[in-house]
């Protein structure tokens, strides 16, 4: 196979299906933020297409949603002018190269998705073919790019494991090391920020328990009192890594607490071991707060204005376009298809 040399690129991108949460914040955008600063070319998205595909959203709520997302794009610190922002469905070549990658994935490589098996539930039958089809999207999100590197949380490592096995069996079948086989980004103390309510769940947007995450549109004292409320256990805070195993909640604040303070968890444990929850919890809010405040009011400024996120999205559509569209191009003459 013919070698090819790819241009360090990074892509990611986040379902406008809710509002963002800290889960989001800590799990991903921190590192967006971090890596366009970073030697790479950086492309982030707001995911529309995937947002549809678990129930219906209504309208509007959908367009706010990604109106939204962009804000808290901009306002946690993403610059138009050193990165790509788009919205999926504004950059069709996504659509295009899913319906390829449909053709090249395998209905068993799709079924053993865990997302698939847990967003469908007992009723498979009843689940939209988009809902099963999704990663095969998720795979051209990246893969239209050429993206080398894309920085996510730990639950969609499998996710990523697709997108390799996809790029890899396109080069194979079609004689061309075409698609880059691309890196996983999976880094930071909060790579699976757990629901405050239960230690064992993730933290979602989809949780009906709105005190189970702390939004990013959370005001101070939201945010305080969800921290204040949080689940935990009855024993002071270990000073060392190994005292926090068997107990989910007390890793999951002190996780919180070092990433939005750039520590190790091992740093962290170092100063607040010995100390109680009492103690713990209202230190922990007052840095939430200090952290995602300016963040929250920045989001609110920028939509006071949607006109100007449309521009923005607009002009990443169009920068987007110039990569997206040779790409598109090369895969088709690669599969056969006359143009
Ligand atoms: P989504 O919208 O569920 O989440 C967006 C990003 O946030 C991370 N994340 C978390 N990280 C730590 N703890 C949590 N509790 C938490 N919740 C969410 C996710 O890992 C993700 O990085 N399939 C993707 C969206 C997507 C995508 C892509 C990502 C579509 N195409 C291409 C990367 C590249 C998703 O549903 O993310």
Request: with cysteine; aromatic share 6%.
């Amino acid at each position: 196979m013919s070698q090819t040399t790819f241009t360090p690129r990074v892509f990611s991108g986040i379902q406008p299906s809710g509002g963002l949460t800290l889960g989001n914040y800590l799990g991903a955008i921190k590192r967006f933020v971090s890596m366009q600063e970073e030697d790479f070319e950086t492309i982030y998205c707001m995911v529309d297409l995937h947002a549809i595909t678990a129930k219906l959203i209504d309208p509007s709520e959908l367009r706010h949603n990604t109106r939204e997302l962009a804000a808290g794009f901009i306002a946690s610190g993403i610059s138009p002018d050193k990165s790509i922002l788009i919205n999926q469905s504004q950059v069709p070549e996504h659509a295009q190269l899913a319906w390829i990658f449909n053709c090249i994935a395998r209905m068993g490589w799709m079924g053993r998705m865990t997302q698939w098996k847990d967003k469908a539930g007992k009723n498979a039958e009843a689940a939209s073919l988009g809902l099963f089809a999704y990663p095969a999207l998720m795979a051209a999100d990246i893969l239209i790019y050429h993206a080398t590197h894309v920085p996510v949380g730990e639950d969609q490592k499998q996710h990523l494991e697709l997108t390799r096995d996809i790029a890899a069996k396109f080069n194979h079948d079609y004689g061309e090391e075409f698609f880059p086989i691309t890196e996983p980004v999976i880094e930071g103390a909060a790579t699976r920020v757990m629901s405050l309510r239960d230690g064992s769940k993730k933290m979602s947007k989809s949780d009906p328990s709105d005190a189970s995450r702390i939004n990013m549109t959370d005001d101070a004292d939201t945010i305080s009192r969800k921290i204040r409320k949080a689940k935990t256990d009855p024993d002071a805070l270990p000073s060392a890594l190994e005292g926090l195993d068997h107990r989910p909640e007390a890793r999951n604040l002190v996780s919180i607490y070092a990433a939005l303070n750039d520590q190790s968890l091992e740093e962290v444990l170092r100063d607040v071991g010995g100390q109680q929850f009492g103690t713990f919890k209202p230190a922990l809010a007052e840095l939430a707060v200090e952290k995602l405040a300016p963040i929250s009011s920045e989001m609110a400024r920028l939509m006071a204005d949607t006109d100007e996120i449309d521009r923005i999205l607009a002009k990443g559509a169009a920068q987007a376009r110039e990569i997206t569209a040779p790409i598109l191009k090369r895969t088709y003459d690669l599969i056969g298809m006359v143009s």
